[in-house]
């Protein structure tokens, strides 16, 4: 299961970080990732990280911008924000794959093998 919090409303230039709780004893075998969505879109890629925590990939609007990081004693992963925009109001989802093998930001970004989904968080940043 996973619980992801940290949305809420933030200005323009402001920062965020949402938190991604994974109960049971898997985290350390999931590729984990970030995916949003906003009203009468769909569903795009954030980011993501490797089982490791060595590897980190991000759509090309939030580099520079966003981190992700995974805490294994925790079983959590998050997403640092910083400098947000109007542009990145959307409901933000963490993911999991397990025994997922993946090297490359296409299938990072790919929504087919991450089987497991949080509820979702909504960031909306105000102008």
């Known amino acids: 299961q996973l619980q992801a919090s940290g949305g809420g409303l933030v200005q323009a230039g402001g920062s965020l970080r949402l938190s991604c709780a994974v109960s049971?004893?898997?985290?350390?075998?999931?590729?984990m990732a970030w995916f949003r969505q906003a009203p009468g879109k769909e569903r795009e890629f954030v980011s993501g990280?490797?089982?490791?925590?060595?590897?980190?990939y991000y759509e090309d609007s939030v580099k520079g911008r966003f981190t992700i990081s995974r805490d294994i004693a925790k079983n959590t992963v998050y997403l640092q924000m910083n400098s947000l925009s109007p542009e990145d109001t959307a409901v933000y989802y963490c993911?999991?794959?397990?025994?997922?093998?993946?090297?490359?930001?296409?299938?990072?970004?790919?929504?087919?093998?991450?089987?497991?989904w949080g509820q979702g968080t909504q960031v909306t940043v105000s102008s």
């Open positions: 049971g004893r898997s985290f350390s075998r999931f590729v």
């Open positions: 990280i490797s089982v490791s925590g060595g590897n980190a």
């Open positions: 993911a999991a794959a397990s025994n997922y093998l993946c090297s490359t930001y296409g299938c990072y970004a790919n929504v087919a093998p991450y089987g497991y």
